[in-house]
RNA sequence: GUAGUUGUAGCUCAGUUGGUUAGAGCGCUGGAUUGUGAUUCCAGAGGUCGCCGGUUCGAACCCGGUCUUCUACCCCA
């Protein structure tokens, strides 16, 4: 058969797997410093706890994992009859994929609760799967790289994600913006408006501004049944971009009030510390609203120092009032971020930001030009990397020409060739694949030149 | 889920109105060169033309379906 791999889904040569760690081992670091501890939870969760969670939409995109056995034979009969596919799930399939980390983490912190001492401080560096149409940046498996804590309503913990986001992306050198909204100002947008109801719709239509204009906005509030003197009050909100000029359109909503003053919290805490991203308050930004209460963060590359680059958010994250309340956990608030690697390793490598320096690099190989050197060669290999030095050994006596060549893909710096004279003075022709050059050296001479 | 787009050698891509044996560059293998690569020269191998079906005397090419790629919408990392 010929081979292949589910749609959205990759595989990475070692090049890229390198690159991967390096983002990877950078969020590891920040989170580790910043004092979060790492968890790791199943790549399977039963059904139940992802279903509901990330409203309609994520449910669609929830992937189902088929019971074993004879599934059909205990499906529910009705749905069956009915193809009435979404009725049918729950009887053929009790697992699923997790879809973010967020909410598995809520049902740990639940399960594990006698385990833990609040404020819980966690991170995870998982994948996570979504059975979404795939597009630039946009992948069916693809992994997050999650800080949240648990247990404190504390606002220092906003001002302590953001200075993540911006010591992360520094390391990776990375400009970008980070936009800060709290869901509050959004619940008093609606209320102000007269459509407390309709938050959610208003939210999504106001995401768009940047996209699709003011005309383009009213016009999706329209399709929404907005009518036109809410949308004016709407616009007005949407003319804002400071917090002080925000004041007198919420002064009648208690909410607004809150949210305001939390607003104001977090950036005091903001200016006490040095950030060196822009940060934002935006009053559009609207993600993540399935089950954020406070906060709400994204951020994105800053077109001003990188233009042109085509991604959407690359991290993002909220506050969470009462995450674990589905689970049986009350008064459990939290917060948390979420950085997507996948993007991040996009613009890094449209922007030739990774570093050259690869630490799983070969310093050496070894190449032995007949039979009877092989086991020098074979014992200074392991001399070599009892010395710390990553090195190999070609496995046979071959062509030097072929060897070179094989060295050459390997992007080898250092190629130790062995022959009969090499075997017997224990002096090595060391070849720099760079340079082309060619020394002699003994062992200590070649281990300390290959050390540096 | 809606609309469009892509698929030909390991890779990047040509391929005429449907017509003999489907090509190029790079890469690969061997040789020129039995101890010197990445630059040179010569030779060679390598293809169910994404898959299934249809139209036709004849399909890489036309039609239908399907999978995949990329893109817009929806939504999102």
Redesign the pocket.
């Known amino acids: ?2 081979p ?7 595989d990475f040569l070692p090049a890229q797997v390198y690159r991967r760690e390096y983002i990877f081992g950078t969020v590891r670091r920040a989170f580790q410093l910043y004092g979060y501890q790492p968890i790791e939870t199943p790549a399977m969760e039963n059904l139940a706890t992802l279903t509901g969670k ?2 309609e ?2 449910d ?2 929830l992937f189902k994992v088929l019971n074993n056995g004879d599934y059909l034979a205990k499906a529910d009969q009705k749905a069956l009859d009915e193809r009435d596919s979404n009725g049918l799930v729950a009887s053929i399939s009790k697992r699923g994929l997790r879809y ?1 980390l967020t909410v598995p983490f809520a049902r740990y912190v639940v399960m594990h609760q006698n385990d833990l001492s609040f404020p819980f401080k966690r991170y995870a560096i998982q994948p ?1 799967w ?11 498996e ?1 992994y ?1 790289c999650d800080a949240d804590v648990v247990g404190s309503p504390s606002l220092v913990y906003e001002a302590e994600l953001v200075r993540l986001f911006d010591v992360v992306f520094n390391e990776l050198g990375l400009k970008v913006v980070i936009r800060l909204n709290n869901r509050k100002i959004l619940a008093a947008l609606a209320e102000v408006a007269g459509h407390s109801d309709k938050m959610m719709d208003i939210t ?1 239509a106001i ?2 501004l940047d ?2 204009g003011i005309e383009g906005v009213r016009r ?1 509030l329209d399709k929404r049944d907005i009518p036109a003197a809410a949308q004016d009050i709407i616009e007005k909100f949407l003319a804002v971009d400071s917090l002080d000029e925000f004041e007198p359109l919420v002064a009648d909503s208690e909410i607004g009030r809150e949210g305001l003053a939390e607003l104001r919290e977090v950036f005091d805490f903001i200016e006490a510390m040095s950030v060196t991203n822009r940060v934002t308050f935006d009053v559009k930004l ?5 089950y954020y209460t406070g906060a709400i963060f ?2 994105e590359v800053d077109l001003d120092a990188h233009p042109g680059v ?8 909220g506050r969470y009032a009462d995450l674990t309340g589905i689970f049986g956990m009350k008064d459990m608030p939290g917060v948390g971020i ?7 390793y996009d613009v890094l490598e449209e922007l030739e930001l990774f570093p050259d320096s690869n630490p799983a690099q070969l310093t050496a190989l070894i190449v032995c ?2 039979d009877e050197t092989m086991a020098t060669g074979f014992k200074l290999v392991n001399q070599l990397r009892e010395a710390g030095i990553n090195s190999d050994l070609y496995p046979t006596a ?12 390997r ?2 710096p250092h ?1 130790i ?6 075997a017997k003075s224990g002096v090595y ?1 060391v ?8 020394v002699k050296l003994d062992l200590a001479g070649l281990i300390s030149q290959l050390q540096s």
Do not use: C, H, W
């Not at 071959?398 to 893909?409: C, I, P």
């Not at 060739?417 to 090499?422: A, D, F, K, T």
């Not at 070849?431 to 050059?437: F, H, L, Q, S, T």
């Open positions: 058969m010929k292949s791999i589910p749609k959205g889904t990759r990330y409203g939409e994520g669609k995109l973010d996570v979504r059975a979404d149409r795939p597009q630039k940046g946009r992948y069916q693809f997050q999504i995401d768009k996209k699709i999706e609207a993600r993540g609203l399935n994204e951020v085509k991604m959407g958010s690359i991290a993002s994250g979420s950085f997507g690697a996948e993007r991040i030009l007949d071959a062509k030097l020409n072929k060897m070179l060549k094989y060295a050459n893909q992007d080898v190629v060739i062995i022959g009969s004279e090499e022709s070849k720099n694949m760079r340079a082309g050059e060619q």
